[in-house]
């Protein structure tokens, strides 16, 4: 048996199924270049800390940081901040 249109949305009739469908196919397009350009940052990130460890220095400059997590909370509110956290540690691991 196949799960309507309307069953899948959670909407109450066919032309709010259908808008919420065709904007899904672009927030599924949207996800899948986030995820590709935090993968890019992921690697820019990574030839950062390369070069600095194989100097001598740390893995993490903290006071980058500071910097990477004001741009979001700036852009984006509270919210940012805990965003720009979870991709730090996506790009440096836990500390
Ligand atoms: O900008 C740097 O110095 C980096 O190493 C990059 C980066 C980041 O991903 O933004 C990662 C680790 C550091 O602690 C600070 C920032």
């Known amino acids: 048996m196949s799960v309507t249109q309307t069953e899948k949305t959670g909407a109450r ?16 397009a ?14 820019v990130s990574a030839v950062i800390q390369d070069a600095r460890i194989a100097s001598g220095g740390r893995r993490v400059n903290l006071a980058r940081e500071m910097e990477v997590l ?23 691991g836990r500390i």
Do not use: F, N, W
Not at 30 to 43: C, K, T, V, Y
């Open 13 to 28: 009739t066919e032309t709010a199924a259908t808008v919420i469908s065709g904007a899904r196919e672009r927030i599924d």
């Open 30 to 43: 949207l996800d899948d270049r986030i995820i590709g350009l935090i993968q890019e940052r992921m690697a």
């Open 70 to 92: 004001a741009h979001y909370r700036d852009a984006l509110g509270k919210p940012g901040t805990s965003l720009a956290m979870t991709m730090l540690e996506l790009c440096r």
